[in-house]
T-cell receptor, first 111, second 114 residues
Framework: DAKTTQPTSMDCAEGRAANLPCNHSTISGNEYVYWYRQIHSQGPQYIIH???NNETNEMASLIITEDRKSSTLILPHATLRDTAVYYC????????????FGAGTILRVKS | DAGITQSPRHKVTETGTPVTLRCHQTENHRYMYWYRQDPGHGLRLIHYSYGVKDTDKGEVSDGYSVSRSKTEDFLLTLESATSSQTSVYFC?????????????FGPGTRLTVL
């Protein structure tokens, strides 16, 4: 699975959009971009995933560049409860394929 | 949240004792996984199951065994617990409808081996 690079930490004001970048320059054509987050002491929570088209669900939007070498997770209206570590993962969608979590980005939402 | 529970949620045990952690799901997902999470190592896959009685090793399987006798239950056993197995253990499931392999995680079990 391709490696990813994320900023170590980011701050965001409550109510504003949080834009979390991820670089995955070695991504292969059959690899998906997944985003998870982990709030302190809880299990990782699935947010969204995509292959090459932009995706949106009730939690977030995922914007993938045309060359697929980078992506951005957008939380449209961040709240204090969105403070967490956010993980960008690139992987082949294959049953039994492990998730490889890097260091992630610590997002702090401040009032 | 996906219907995944883990038990116990916290456990303290002594070196050399056997320990069994349980993961229970109500989603009828085919695949189940056990990960451990340690500072500086992220999440690492211990074992996974691709069906009843079908299991395979992950990257850190030494000292652990698993069993799956029913779709809904996946057990992780530390045969003789060591201090290096002090960790937070997460269960995950995947294989729901739609063909997606998205993994959903349980709340975790914090294990301390003294």
């Amino acid at each position: 699975d391709a490696k990813t690079t994320q900023p170590t930490s980011m701050d965001c004001a409550e109510g504003r959009a949080a834009n979390l970048p991820c670089n995955h320059s070695t991504i292969s054509g059959n690899e998906y971009v997944y985003w998870y987050r982990q709030i302190h002491s809880q299990g990782p929570q699935y947010i969204i995933h995509g292959l090459k088209n932009n995706e949106t669900n009730e939690m977030a939007s995922l914007i993938i560049t045309e060359d697929r070498k980078s992506s951005t997770l957008i939380l449209p209206h961040a709240t204090l409860r969105d403070t967490a570590v956010y993980y960008c993962i690139v992987r082949v969608m294959e049953y039994g394929n492990k998730l490889v979590f890097g260091a992630g980005t610590i997002l702090r939402v401040k009032s | 949240d996906a219907g995944i529970t883990q038990s116990p949620r916290h456990k303290v045990t002594e070196t050399g004792t056997p320990v069994t952690l349980r993961c229970h799901q109500t989603e009828n997902h085919r695949y189940m996984y056990w990960y451990r999470q340690d500072p500086g190592h992220g999440l690492r896959l211990i074992h996974y199951s691709y069906g009843v009685k079908d299991t395979d090793k992950g990257e850190v399987s030494d000292g652990y065994s698993v069993s799956r006798s029913k779709t809904e239950d996946f057990l992780l056993t530390l045969e003789s617990a060591t201090s290096s197995q002090t960790s937070v253990y997460f269960c995950a499931i995947s294989g729901g409808l739609g063909g997606t392999d998205t993994q959903y995680f349980g709340p975790g079990t914090r294990l301390t081996v003294l």
